[in-house]
């Protein structure tokens, strides 16, 4: 099946700090890629979506000047928490669409989990 | 706008039992429906994945159902065992490509 990577794993910063996330599809390219955003005891949401080449489309009330999001080619999309606060502190999922299956299946990855001290 | 929600928010069986899992979407326009499983903090594993043209799917003990019109779906487990314990999560594909979560029923398979 269609494998999806996250890079780091886990993740501790300083306030103040950027961190970059990588989301790579392994197997299949990815037009299309998401990013989730899952706080504890909550369901997963929708931060942006991520097109290659062009710029991100972001959910109501994401600020595109802090989570910035990248997706330079069709396995890889990053995106960068600028300036990162305690509240910033969350489990950040990746999801990337198979163009190439009819189904639309959406393929995730095993997540960041980001620490802001 | 779309909601999807999940009953019930939490579910606890002895070993062996067969169990259903809710899910219930508001907006019947879906592409597709999936089930995905997340262990404590772990990420998701894709279970089953219901095209809108599909009235269920099953993987082993794992049977999926989707009535598109009434906006709602079943996760039937069957002889549920201690390492099915983890939280269910429900989620439907709109026009947009995204995926819209419910909140989840955590399971827990007691021996």
């Known amino acids: 099946g269609a494998v999806v990577s996250q890079h780091p794993s886990w993740v501790i910063c300083k306030s103040g700090t950027s961190v970059k996330i990588e989301c790579r599809s392994l197997d299949f390219q990815a037009t299309t890629m998401f990013w989730y955003r899952q706080f504890p005891k909550q369901s997963l949401m929708l931060m942006a979506t991520?097109?290659?080449?062009?710029?991100?489309?972001?959910e109501q009330g994401v600020e595109k000047d802090k989570f910035l999001i990248n997706h330079a080619s069709l396995t890889l999309s990053t995106l960068t928490v600028t300036s990162a606060h305690p509240e910033d502190s969350s489990f950040y999922i990746c999801s990337a669409r198979d163009e190439l299956a009819a189904s639309y299946e959406q393929f995730f990855g095993p997540g960041t989990r980001l620490t802001v001290l | 706008k779309q909601e999807v929600t999940q009953i019930p928010a939490a579910l606890s069986v002895p070993e062996g039992e067969n169990l259903v899992l809710n899910c219930s979407f508001t907006d019947s326009a879906i592409y597709n429906l999936q089930w995905f499983r997340q262990d404590p903090g772990k990420g998701l594993t894709s279970l089953l994945l219901i095209q809108s043209s599909q009235r269920e799917q099953t993987s082993g003990r794992l049977n999926a159902s989707l009535d598109k019109s009434s906006g709602r779906s079943t996760l039937y487990i069957a002889a549920s065992q201690p390492g099915d314990s983890a939280t269910y999560l429900c989620a439907v594909q709109g026009s947009q490509g995204n995926l819209i979560f419910g909140k989840g029923t955590k399971l827990s398979v007691k021996p």
């Open positions: 991520s097109n290659e080449g062009s710029k991100a489309t972001y």
